[in-house]
């Protein structure tokens, strides 16, 4: 099946470190990637859609200039957290989609504390 | 924009049969998805329907009805392992968004011995 890496895992820093997650289609060409922010017993929120060589989409209330994300390639999207702060402690998650007749599948998640 | 609803919570008796449903109001629709999660994991693909009627894949099936913004997801011999949530997503219709999905709350399972 298919496959999407998210690295790191895990992630403990001190209060305004920049951190870049990950995230890689191990096996398929994604030319959609998303990124999410689930907080504890909370559903899944998007903050962003992310497309192969374009402006990522963000959605109403994200931070464009807090949460960058580039997605240089059709296996690669990154989405860097500038100067974090104990607020932005949280568990991202992103998802690749080959095209739209595909199920999205996910990284196993960076779970991002700020001290 | 989506609203997509399924309950918060169920409780199930292992070996039994249980029922998950979710209901959803779109302005368009290109598919639903199910998801397992368990706690401080990421969600794994469970199922896809896109047209109406039932799929089946082993222990798992999910139904769909597009007239009535309806699907089930079945889950039979239940195991301990199956405590988890359950996230009910439905796609928006192709457009500058392809291929995003709009997820519910989720329904958190407990299998209880």
């Not at chain 1, 305004?16 to 995230?23: A, D, L, P, Q």
């Not at chain 1, 907080?39 to 929120?45: D, E, I, V, W, Y």
Request: aromatic share 10%; glycine share 8%.
């Amino acid at each position: 099946g298919a496959v999407v890496s998210q690295h790191p895992s895990r992630v403990i820093c001190k209060s305004g470190t920049s951190v870049k997650i990950e995230c890689r289609s191990l096996d398929f060409q994604a030319t959609t990637m998303f990124w999410y922010r689930q907080f504890p017993k909370k559903s899944l929120m998007l903050m962003a859609t992310s497309n192969e060589g374009s402006k990522a989409t963000y959605e109403q209330g994200v931070e464009k200039d807090k949460f960058l994300i580039n997605h240089a390639s059709l296996t690669l999207s990154t989405l860097t957290v500038t100067s974090a702060h104990p607020e932005d402690s949280s568990f991202y998650i992103c998802s690749a989609a080959g095209n739209s007749n595909q199920p999205q599948h996910f990284g196993d998640g960076t779970r991002l504390s700020i001290l | 924009g989506q609203n997509i609803d399924q309950p918060t919570e169920m409780t199930a008796t292992e070996g039994a049969i249980v029922q998950i449903n979710c209901t959803y109001q779109t302005s368009g629709f290109n598919g639903l998805f199910w998801y397992q999660q368990h706690a401080g994991e990421a969600p794994t693909f469970l199922s896809y329907n896109v047209l109406d009627g039932l799929e089946e894949k082993g222990r798992f099936s999910s139904f769909l009805s597009r007239s009535k913004g309806y699907s089930y997801l079945l889950l039979k011999e239940l195991q301990m392992k199956d405590s988890a949530s359950y996230l009910c997503a439905v796609r928006e219709v192709v457009g500058t968004n392809a291929g995003k999905s709009t997820f519910g709350d989720g329904t958190t399972l407990t299998v209880k011995p």
